[in-house]
């Protein structure tokens, strides 16, 4: 394992074994310093699944989080949590409740509803429920090898608009309607951190960490930088060793 520090946050290398325990660690040291309760927001995609199956088959969720930690994602499709496409619903199936997390831990976002009901219910009852002044505790993200993260893509018109809300609903290009966490939403957030695994997010690690600040969503990640990690595998790490 190697750990450098870098303009985007403090980069951590290492097998996917590694990154997941690290990762697990992490959420129990923000479930440790929660005074009653913390907010995770997991990732979306594909990159947790094999996360959730490791953390279920070796019984990795630290005490603290399981008793403190409430739980939703960083982003999520406009599909029914039934959907396999629904970043909450997979956690839900492959971890929540394996886990056996309490149903009052759970914090879905409401995708029974149009986009921007949506956004404006999830943002209310994040109020209502957690306050209005702090977004998660950890906020766990991905990248696509487009550069985007949660879903913050390639030209979003919520990039550099100044949404004071945590949370937005977004049409993306060829994928419909997507809610997200804001930059003010991450800017809010206690610690972040972003896991990118496989060999096919390797040129687009290359990038992001080579080119000019502006160029990916993802690298709106060094305004926060100090409260930042990034998990990436040897595999996407390949071509910035
Ligand atoms: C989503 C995600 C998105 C994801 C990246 C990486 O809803 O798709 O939140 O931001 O993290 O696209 O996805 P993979 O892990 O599938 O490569």
Redesign the pocket.
């Known amino acids: 394992m190697t750990e450098r520090e870098t303009a985007l946050g403090d980069l951590i290398i290492a097998d996917q074994e590694t990154l997941f325990q690290h990762l697990a660690d992490q959420m129990g040291k923000v479930a440790e310093k929660a005074e009653d309760r913390c907010v995770i927001g997991l ?5 947790p699944k094999k996360h959730y199956q490791w953390m279920v088959a070796n019984g990795k969720l630290p005490e603290a989080a399981q008793q403190k930690a409430y739980w939703t994602t ?2 999520e ?1 406009m599909v029914p949590l039934s959907s396999d496409d629904s ?1 909450f619903g997979n956690a839900d199936r492959m971890l929540l409740q394996p886990l056996g997390i309490a149903e009052e831990r759970k914090f879905p976002w409401p995708v029974e509803v149009d986009a921007h009901s949506a956004a404006l219910l999830h943002n209310r009852k994040w109020a209502e429920r957690f306050g209005a002044q702090r977004c998660f505790d950890l906020c766990v ?4 090898d487009d550069g ?4 913050l893509f390639p030209g979003s018109p919520l990039l550099g608009a100044g949404v004071m809300d945590f949370f937005a609903c977004v049409e993306v290009p060829g994928k419909g309607w997507r809610l997200t966490v804001t930059e003010a939403g991450l800017d809010a957030s206690r610690a972040i951190t972003i896991i990118v695994t496989g060999a096919n997010k390797a040129e687009r690690i290359k990038t992001v960490f080579n080119q000019p600040a502006g160029t990916y969503p993802v690298q709106i990640l060094e305004n926060y930088a100090p409260r930042v990690t990034w998990l990436v595998d040897e595999e996407a790490a390949a071509l910035i060793q």
């Open positions: 990732t979306g995609g594909s990159t960083s982003d499709r970043n993200l991905g990248m696509g985007h993260t949660a879903s």
